[in-house]
């Protein structure tokens, strides 16, 4: 199964509104990674929380960590068209087991 | 652009066949990862290599294969292709073994589909 799980599966907003995602995972963590993917193209790396960070921040971009509840928080503000894409996060399996594992990630809709 | 480059972009081939999908890493990336991605599995890792040699597996079939050689480039051999195997495989580079949770740069997906 996924160790990283986002909700909601899908969002859809108008633009000029927040947009927020949630992570959970199951195991303990070194790192977690937001990656976005536009509609059947590459993914991106958006942002990078280690495991002892609780709050990260990148333009728009808004990361939270709660690693008591395994779980993160991706928020986007003032969303914009064209942030219409999928996010995925990613964790690693802690200690020395540094394979990434995406979840399924949240398809964000933003409707101009 | 990230700087990492697959080819082919589409594959469509018959069930029993062959393929083999390529890519090169970013200038000065030394890992190389795979990835297949389909509607019900999700991303799931395939396998690492870094600096020619296999890093780190995921959930690869024994059908698959990869390598990567001495310029850094790899390429992953599908066999004895089923249907299901009709999914977008990606490649990811970065600079570290692994050895640390790094930044994965991902290329544009070779779209595979088996009929």
């Known amino acids: 199964s996924q160790q990283g799980e986002e909700d909601p599966q899908a969002l859809s907003i108008q633009e000029g509104e927040n947009a927020t995602m949630n992570c959970s995972y199951k195991?303990?963590?070194?790192?977690l990674q937001w990656y976005r993917q536009n509609s059947g193209r590459g993914l991106v790396h958006l942002i990078l929380i280690r495991s002892n960070e609780r709050e990260k921040h990148s333009g728009r971009l808004r990361v939270t960590l709660d690693t008591s509840k395994k779980s993160s928080s991706l928020l986007i503000t003032a969303s914009r068209a064209a942030d219409t894409a999928s996010y995925f996060c990613?964790?690693?399996?802690?200690?020395?087991?540094?394979?990434?594992?995406f979840g399924k990630g949240t398809l964000l809709t933003v409707n101009p | 652009d990230s700087g990492v480059t697959q080819t082919p972009k589409h594959l469509i081939t018959a069930t029993g066949q062959r393929v083999t999908l390529r890519c090169s890493p970013r200038?000065?990336?030394?890992?190389v990862y795979w990835y297949q991605q389909s509607l019900d599995q999700g991303l799931q890792f395939l396998i690492q290599?870094?600096?020619?040699?296999?890093?780190a597996k995921g959930n690869i079939l024994e059908r698959f294969s990869a390598q990567q050689f001495p310029d850094l480039h790899s390429e992953l051999n599908l066999s004895s292709l089923e249907l299901g195997d009709s999914a977008l495989y990606f490649c990811a580079s970065s600079p570290s073994p692994g050895i640390y949770t790094d930044t994965q740069y991902f290329g544009p997906g070779t779209r595979l589909t088996v009929l």
């Open positions: 290599y870094y600096n020619g040699e296999e890093r």
């Open positions: 990613a964790t690693d399996g802690g200690g020395s087991n540094y394979k990434l594992t």
């Open positions: 195991t303990s963590i070194n790192n």
């Open positions: 200038s000065g990336d030394l890992s």
